[in-house]
C-alpha cells in the first residue's frame, strides 16, 4: 500500500495557522467553513438526532456554538434519507444556520450494537428500531452524509475497543479503514462543498498508528481525526497516541480527535497537537443534574445545594449565571429544586455546559495566542485540584512530554 | 426582556388595580374587557389567560425562552411543588434573598405577574381530607397537611403578586351534605386569617367554592364586607358567575377560572359569563400530546383549511396531530400565517422528527406555538367585545370548529411521579417501551 499516489482532492475548507505555543504543541488556528469560520482549538456539542437535547438553535448559538455535531447513523434511522433528501439536508431540517459535521456512524456500531457484525463490505447490524438486519457501506455511509449535508463528513472506519487484545484484528481494522477511505473518497458526491476527514485507527500500538497515519496521509484529505480512542484505555496510553499521531500530521490541517470532552482531556489534548474535539458527556451529565464548573463537577441534586442561593459558577458568564445583561439568575437552588423532575432543569444546565467548554477552549486559544499555554495549564489544575498531590499523573506525564512540568 | 432581579417590592403588591372598560352594554350582556395593573409589572388586557407552572417553570419552557417567545399576562405557581421539605425542616424557597422570592426562585421575567395558590391545577386527588385547619395537598414526596395558619406565613415571604385564598375543595369527590355545610364555614374562615395577615403585601383573590350558590350564600354574602380587602376571586366553578350580584362592589373585581376549561368553546361560554383571566390546562395537555393548537377567533381570515365532513357541513379541527408522519416532508408551519417562533424559524416536518425521535426540544417548540395561539385567540376576543360582535363571533366559531381537541395518537415526554397518582398496583405504562428484539439472532 505505500505506493499510493493520491488524487488531488478538492477541499471546502481553509486552514490558517494564528499561533503557535512555544513550548507545548498547542496551536490557535481559524478553520473557515463553508457555513462560516470556527476558532481553533474548539469543543463540538454533539446534537445527535438534529436538536442540541432540549435548546433551540437560537439558545445553542447564543453559547457561541458555530459548529456542532449530528450523528449519521441516528439521522438515517429517523428521519430517514429520503425525509433528508426532500427537506433538503439537516441544516434545513434543524433551522440551524452555522456548521455542522457527522460522523460515519462507525462508532455507534461499537457503542450501540454489540453484535454487528463487520465484513469487507461493511457493518451489517440490526435496526434498533424494528430489528430488520440492514447494511452500512462506506459508499452508504458517504451517501447519506451528502444527503444531510454537513460541512464536514467523516470516513466510515472499523472501530475497534482499544483495548482489545487481538492485534491482528486491530491491523486488520486499521488496514480496511484505509480501504475503506478510498471508497469513501470516490463515493463523495459533494467534495467542493463537504469536507471529507479521514480517521486514524490502530488501538495503542504507536507502531500501527504511525503506519495509518502515513496512509491516511497520503489521500490528503480536507482534515484528519484521530479516532477509536476515549473508549477506556488508560490516558497515559492515549496521550501517547496523541502525540504520536500529531507529530506525523501535516502543520496545517485540522487535527480532530474524537469523542473527547472531559475539560482535563481537552487541555491536555491541546498541549499535544489537537484542534478539534466533541463528546456527549457535557451534555449528557446536564441531564443528570451535573454543573461543570471549573473547581469541577457539582451534582446539584445533592440535599446540600438545595439552599444554595449562589449561581452555577460564580463568575460564569453563561445566560443562566451572569448578573445583568439578560441573564437569568440561575440559582444552584433552583436547579436542585427542578432536576430529574422537570426538563427545563436539564436545559438550563445544558446551556451552562456548553457554555463552559466552550469559553474553556475560547480561553485556551486566548493563551496560546499571547503565549502563556503553560502557565494556563497550571492555573488550570490548580483550579481543579487544589492540592498538587491530587493532580492525576498522566495529566504530569503527558505534560512533561512537551515540556511543562505541573509540578514545579 | 428583564428577568427578576431583586426589586422593590414595598408599595407592589397592594397596587393591583382592576379597570373594567366599556362595551359591557354590547351583545352578551355579561362578557367584559378590563386591564389589570400591578406595579412593575406588565399591564393585562382581559380576557386574558396565565400560564401554569409545574415547580415554578412553565413546562419545556426555559425562562428566557418564556420571556422571548410567550406573552401571558402571569404565572399560576402552586405552593404544594415547593413545600416537601417542610415536614423536615424549612422548605429551601423560604430563605430565597430578596423582596421577591418567588420571582427571584423561578428565574421568571419580572414583567409577568405571579400568581400563587395552595395546589396545582389540576390537582391530583388526596386521600385523606380537609380539615378545620387545613387541606390535603401533594408535594413531590407525597402527601401532606397545609394549615392555614403555614399558607398565610408562606404568603407573607414569598410575596406573589396575587395569592388565592386556602380554599375547602374536595378535589375529585363529590362532598356530602355535612361536608357542604362546612366548606364555606372553613373557605371563611381562612379567609379572614389571611386578609387579617399584616405582612401579606400580596393581593388576594378570595376563593368560590364549586358548590351550589346557596351551599355558600352565607360566605359568599359576608364577600361584600372585605370587599375593600380582597382584590379578585377565583372560580372553582364557573357557573357561579351568574350568581355574584352584579351591583356589588365584589362584581367590580377581576374573576380568575380554576374552572380548568376543557376546548377554546367551553372559555368562550365562561367569557360570555364574566370571567376575566383563565388559566388553561389544556395548553399542556396539547404540546403534551404532541398536538399544535390551530385555531383563531372567530375563524380564519382565509378558509382554505376547512376539511369537508362530507354531509355539507365543515367543521375544523381545533389542533394538527403532529405525531403524524404525513408531515414528514412538510416545510409548512405549524398554522398558516402563525407568527410564533416554531412557526416562524422551523416547520411541521422538524417538529415531527423531534416527537418521533423523543427529543425534547419537539414539546419545548409546541409549547410556545400553543401559548402563542392562546394569546392570540384572546386578543382577538378583545377586539370582538370592544367592537360589540362577541356573541355573533362565538357563533360562528362554534359553527367553525369542532367541539373537542383531537384525540392523542402518540406519546407524551417521560411521566413524572410528582404531578400524577398511581391508581394502584398493576396501572399500565402511559408509554410504550421501544424496541427490544433479541440481537442474538443476529
Known sequence: MSTFTPAPMPSALTFELDARCSTTKARAATLTLPHGPVQLPLFMPVATQASLKGLTPE?????????????????????????????????KLQGWKHNLLTDSGG??????????????????????????????????????????????????????????????????????????LDRCIAAHANPTTQNLFCIIQGGLDLEMRKECCEEM?????????????????????????????????????????????????????????????????PTRTARFGNAITKHGVLNLR?????????????????????????????????????????????????????????ELMRNVRKAIIEDRYPEFLKQFFKDLHTDKAKYPVWTVDALRMVGVDLME | MTISEDIEGSSRASS??????????YSTPDARLGR???????????????????????????????????????????????????????????????????????????????????????????????TNTAISIFTSTGFQSLSNKAYVNYAEKLHPDIIIGLADVPHGTVPGVKRIDKMGDRTEGWLTELLASEHTKSAVFAPILPIEYHSQFEYLNNLDEFADKIRGLAFYDSNLLPDIPATTAVAQLPRLSLDEPSSPHEILRQISLGMDIFTIPFIGFATDAGIALDFQFPSPSTSSEVVSTGNGSTTKSLGVDM???????????????????????????????????????????????????????FSFIRESIGQGTFEADCETFARYYETELPEKSGQGPRVRGYQFKTEGPGERKKNQPGWRGDLEVA
Open chain 2, 16 to 25: 393591583l388595580s382592576f379597570e373594567i372598560s366599556g362595551a359591557i352594554e
Open chain 1, 217 to 281: 496521509v497520503a489521500r490528503n484529505t480536507p482534515g484528519i481525526a484521530i479516532g477509536g480512542l476515549s473508549g477506556g484505555e488508560a490516558k497515559a496510553d492515549y496521550c501517547k497516541v496523541v502525540n504520536t499521531c500529531t507529530g506525523l500530521l501535516p502543520e496545517l490541517k485540522p487535527r480532530y480527535v474524537m469523542g473527547i470532552g472531559y475539560p482535563e482531556d481537552l487541555v491536555v489534548s491541546v498541549a499535544l497537537g489537537a484542534d478539534m474535539f466533541d463528546c456527549v458527556w
Open chain 2, 323 to 377: 405525531w403524524s408522519t404525513e408531515h414528514s416532508t412538510s416545510l409548512d408551519p405549524l398554522s398558516v400565517s402563525c407568527e410564533c417562533y416554531a412557526c416562524t424559524i422551523h416547520h411541521r416536518s422538524f417538529i415531527q422528527h423531534l416527537l418521533s425521535a423523543k427529543e425534547m426540544l419537539g414539546w419545548a417548540l409546541l409549547q410556545i406555538h400553543n401559548h402563542y395561539v392562546l394569546s392570540k385567540f
Open chain 2, 36 to 130: 389589570l395593573s400591578i406595579a412593575g409589572r406588565n399591564d393585562i388586557d382581559t380576557p386574558n389567560f396565565f400560564s401554569i407552572s409545574s415547580r415554578g417553570v412553565v413546562p419545556h419552557l426555559t425562562p428566557d425562552v418564556i420571556g422571548e417567545h410567550t406573552q401571558p399576562g402571569g404565572v399560576h405557581v402552586a405552593l404544594e411543588d415547593f413545600i416537601e421539605r417542610a415536614t423536615i425542616g424549612t422548605p429551601p424557597i423560604m430563605n430565597v434573598p430578596g423582596n421577591a422570592p418567588l420571582h427571584t426562585f423561578t428565574c421568571l421575567p419580572t414583567s409577568f405577574i405571579t400568581l400563587l395558590a395552595p395546589r396545582r391545577t389540576p390537582a391530583v386527588i388526596a386521600p385523606i381530607g380537609n
Open chain 1, 107 to 180: 462508532f455507534q456500531m461499537v457503542s450501540l450494537l454489540k453484535l454487528a457484525n463487520i465484513t469487507e463490505d461493511g457493518v451489517r447490524f440490526l435496526s434498533p428500531h424494528d430489528g430488520s438486519p440492514m447494511l452500512l457501506t462506506p459508499e452508504h455511509s458517504i451517501s447519506l452524509q451528502n444527503t444531510i449535508g454537513s460541512d464536514i463528513i467523516m470516513q466510515l472506519d472499523d472501530v475497534l475497543v482499544t483495548t482489545s487484545p487481538d492485534a491482528a484484528r486491530m491491523r486488520e481494522a486499521m488496514l480496511r479503514s484505509v480501504r475503506w
Open chain 1, 59 to 91: 439558545q445553542l448559538e447564543a453559547t457561541g456554538c458555530r459548529l456542532c455535531l449530528n450523528n449519521t447513523y441516528h439521522l438515517g434511522l429517523k428521519p430517514g434519507q429520503e425525509v433528508l433528501e426532500k427537506v433538503g439536508g439537516a441544516h
Open chain 1, 302 to 358: 445533592n440535599a446540600k445545594y438545595a439552599s444554595d442561593f449562589g449561581p452555577l459558577e460564580d463568575g460564569c458568564d453563561c445566560l443562566c449565571c451572569r448578573r445583568g445583561d439578560g441573564g437569568l439568575n440561575v440559582t444552584r437552588a433552583f436547579i436542585n429544586h427542578i432536576a430529574g423532575k422537570e426538563t427545563v432543569g436539564a436545559h438550563l444546565l445544558t446551556m451552562h455546559n456548553v457554555w463552559y467548554q466552550l
